[in-house]
């Protein structure tokens, strides 16, 4: 039997190692910055050490020691609310805001991925207690790893929709792009930059499920913030005309964004909108409930 | 905290007088449409505002 010691160290570092491997390094989403990932690991680290401590302590007859775990998740509440209150504080500065959904989306995974590093390193100490074998816990650790990995990925909008260029033109002051009214301009000079240098692009859903998710205004607003965090946005504070849009047409359910970027290319922006994440928040399922089973007679 | 209005006309722009009714609203009234159009503009600027035409000659500035 390995030493107790030993095993502890052993969750502790598969847990770390967990958060580590799930601190995604993408521009998109906060933390892109040392200070970011310093505070991350090291909460990600305190999630491990009471994964690792919990199942020595339970052998050891000291059941309080379940008392660590509601620690645990108040301290993982506490990340998801400094995650939401940072992102929160951030956008008033921002020329295309996340919106409260993405927020919420970004947040929940904060919480999330600190519950996959407990949950990783009690796994790696279980396993060491079953087989008595330190290997077999590090290897333990590395299968929920990727277990964990890919199912938090989640789904992307390429996944429940179609994404194609698409017309952008002006019928009388009505911007529209395809059959979608986005807004009405007055000026000229601003209609013939829109034309110049705007981009439309139309997201059509695959299914009924997709069209609901896509109703949802927070969806919508990740796209539009996903791209112009890539592309850069080109109105200014004072070119409120600029600002990117997406509107839904009704009947159909097929979704208009007009975007204006620092950087025109229709192929980047259509890319980026296709690695949208289908945010949690927004996600909806109608088609797997009775009544909506019901509804398109399956 | 700032407190800012949205949604709501902040100025009508027109070269047509007659399609405004009396007005809240400050109007400015111009000669030509080259001078609405130039009015407008400068307006939006100020006021950080959107100029949205009616399509009866008169323009309105929304801050959204």
Redesign the interface.
Known sequence: MPRTEHIILVGLIMGTLARFVLLKVDFRQYPSYPQGYIIHLTLGAIAAGLGAVILPALLNKDYTAVTFLTIAIQQFREVRRMERDSLDNLEVNELVKRGSAYIEDISKKFEARNYAALLVSISATLAIYITQNIFIGIIAGIIFIAVFSYTMKGKKLMDVAGIEPAKLHFK??FLLVDDIVI????????RDKVLDKGVGILITPKDHSAKVTLTNTGQRQAMLYDVVSILGVRRD??E??Y?PMARRNPDTGTVGLFLMTSEIDVRGIIEVVKRTPVLETCKKQPIDSFAGKRLLGK | MDITITKAILAIITNRPEKVGNSSVPTFICDNEEERDRVAFNLSKLTDSVIHDLGNGVLVAVRH
């Open positions: 009388g002051a807004m009405n301009i007055g000026l000229e000079p601003s504070v004072d409120p005309e600002t």
